[in-house]
Every structure is written in structure tokens, then in C-alpha cells.
Nanobody, 125 residues
Framework: QVQLVESGGGLVQAGGSLRLSCAASGRTFSGSAMGWFRQAPGKEREFVAAISGSGTTTCYADSVKGRATISRDNAKNTMYLQMNSLKPEDTAVYYC??????????????????WGQGTQVTVPS
């Protein structure tokens, strides 16, 4: 069983920064592609960023490209999402997710089989 635990969310003023963390346990971390997704009230869950098991391949949603950096530390079984220049539209619950895959990471939520419980990020307007 894989467990994913997010942390680092909170209330941040527009223009500020935040770093989310996702601690993983239960299976070989480096063999798993990992992703960040978010869900705002009344909206569907949407892709934010993803990273391959080795960390060499990343991809981003257009809405965060240039403002977000996804990374991972396989020695610590932890993934990160650094978000800068935060906007009110970034307000959402942020989830990390994983699946066993050696190739480029997927943007589709259906590809991921384990999810964390989520962490709230609020950027007041």
C-alpha cells in the first residue's frame, strides 16, 4: 500500500510563494512517476505538474508554466512543488499522486493510482 502525505499549504498573499511537499511510503519511490493536481470549489480536478521517476522529465500546465517548479528527492522519498507569483486563481486543494511508470509522466488523473489527502492553498483576491 502506498501512502502519500502532502504538506505546505496555507494562506498566501497574491504575488507570494509557497512550497508544497509530498512524502511517499510503501513502494519504490524512484520507480514511480509523480504528479500534482488541484481542485477548486465547483471545478474538476486539473493537472498542475508531473515528474518522472528519475526526475529528468517534467511537464507543466500552461496555467502555471514559468511560475511553478516540480522536483523530487528520491533519497528522501519526497516530491516538491515550488509555486511563485501566486494568483487568486491558484486557490484550490492540491493533491499529489503517483503510479508505477518508467517513462514520461502523464497529465491524466486516470493514470495515477495513489493519491494524497490534499492540502489547501488559498490566495485571497
Amino acid at each position: 500500500q502506498v501512502q502519500l502525505v502532502e504538506s505546505g499549504g496555507g494562506l498566501v498573499q497574491a504575488g507570494g510563494s509557497l512550497r508544497l511537499s509530498c512524502a511517499a511510503s510503501g513502494r519504490t519511490f524512484s520507480g514511480s512517476a509523480m504528479g500534482w493536481f488541484r481542485q477548486a470549489p465547483g471545478k474538476e480536478r486539473e493537472f498542475v505538474a508531473a515528474i518522472s521517476g528519475s526526475g529528468t522529465t517534467t511537464c507543466y500546465a500552461d496555467s502555471v508554466k514559468g511560475r511553478a517548479t516540480i522536483s523530487r528527492d528520491n533519497a528522501k522519498n519526497t516530491m516538491y512543488l515550488q509555486m511563485n507569483s501566486l494568483k487568486p486563481e491558484d486557490t484550490a486543494v492540491y493533491y499529489c499522486a503517483s503510479y508505477m511508470w518508467a517513462g514520461p509522466p502523464s497529465r491524466r488523473p486516470s493514470s495515477y493510482d495513489y493519491w494524497g489527502q490534499g492540502t489547501q492553498v488559498t490566495v485571497p483576491s
